[in-house]
């Protein structure tokens, strides 16, 4: 870092709002649904994984972003660095490209809509799983406001240390010049990434009073703390020091606590579902949102079910995350209570 507060890449660090680690892929989405892959003809390519497609939600949303991950050096991996800088405005100082692994895919078969079914080829390692301390700025890392990271980076190593060394990083230095700080977990229980359930719960647990907040659904949290009861997994994971914790609960809605003592269920937005993916990522990415603008925590679950509504209602993750003035829109449409609510949400992008 210059004595101007830049980065070797020219950034500057004190504009980063929020860092997310993990995963990456070039997704393909099928364009046919309530079909398997022997009736699909068609795909539309865009990037995903779930901490990139947080990165990607929180830029459209007008935040800072950058994320942490690795591509192959391929065609690939050229265009996920060229998608993320120049279509959705995302520092990539952190992306690095692996010589030999290739850029991971995934598609995504809409059979049916509501719970896509996902095909990962990450064989035989994707690049992501290579992430060390390394690959990060560690002046970045202790004094970012936000730091996003999801469960599965524990899957594996050497990026099961580098996580273990991010928190470290993070708990030395406790104080933010910034007034905000917040190291997230989302517990993105993905079943493919593990040998067994027992073997995430093993790595996870240990390691869940180390981030201020936690979010994850009923199956994530069952993963975690050892229920799927949305009231007593909250109890449960504030019970470890945590600052907050978010339950989702898909078409119910969300559940939010505090260690301050709230408790509160933000309704669900209902839409017309159109692809189940990146719905979650769009929540988490308005969740930060709300936690930098310096809302309640319920208020804050409001924006992001919002958040996530408007992605179930498209068939796209990273290219279809909404615009704040979207999100907006749709609150609106929701307290008005009109009918079809994506119907009444005009693009603004």
Sequence with gaps: MDRNGLSDTGHDDAEVEILTIGRVSVDLYAEQTNVDATGVVSFRKSIGGTTTNVAVAAARLGRKVAVCTKVGDDEFGSYVR?????????????????????????????????????????????????????????????????????????????????????????????????????????????????????????????????????????????????????????????????????????????????????????????VDVVSGVGAGDAFGAALCHGLLAGWDLPSTARFANAAGAIVASRLMCADDMPTLAEVNALLAAADQGVGTLTNSVQRTN
Excluded: Q
């Design 82 to 270: 060229f998608a993320l800088s120049n279509t959705f405005n995302v520092d990539t100082r952190f992306v690095s490209s692996d010589p030999t692994l290739k850029t991971p895919l995934a598609f995504v078969m809409l059979d049916p809509p509501e719970e896509p079914r996902v095909v990962f080829y990450r064989e035989p390692r994707a690049p992501d799983m290579n992430i060390t301390i390394d690959d990060l700025d560690t002046d970045l890392v202790a004094n970012v406001p936000i730091v996003w990271m999801a469960a599965c980076n524990l899957a594996y190593e050497p990026c099961r240390t580098a996580m273990h060394d991010v928190l470290a990083v993070r708990a030395a230095s406790t104080s933010s010049d910034r007034g905000i700080r917040h190291t997230i977990l989302d517990l993105d229980w993905r079943p493919m990434f593990w040998s067994s359930a027992a073997e995430a719960t093993a790595e996870i647990v240990p390691l869940l009073d180390r981030f201020s907040m936690v979010i994850g659904n009923r199956a994530e949290c069952e993963i975690a703390v050892g229920t799927a009861d949305p009231d007593l997994a909250i109890e449960r994971l504030l019970s470890l020091g945590l600052d907050a914790a978010v339950v989702k609960l898909g078409a119910d809605g969300v559940l939010v606590g505090d260690r301050h003592g709230t408790r509160e269920r933000a309704a669900p937005i209902h």
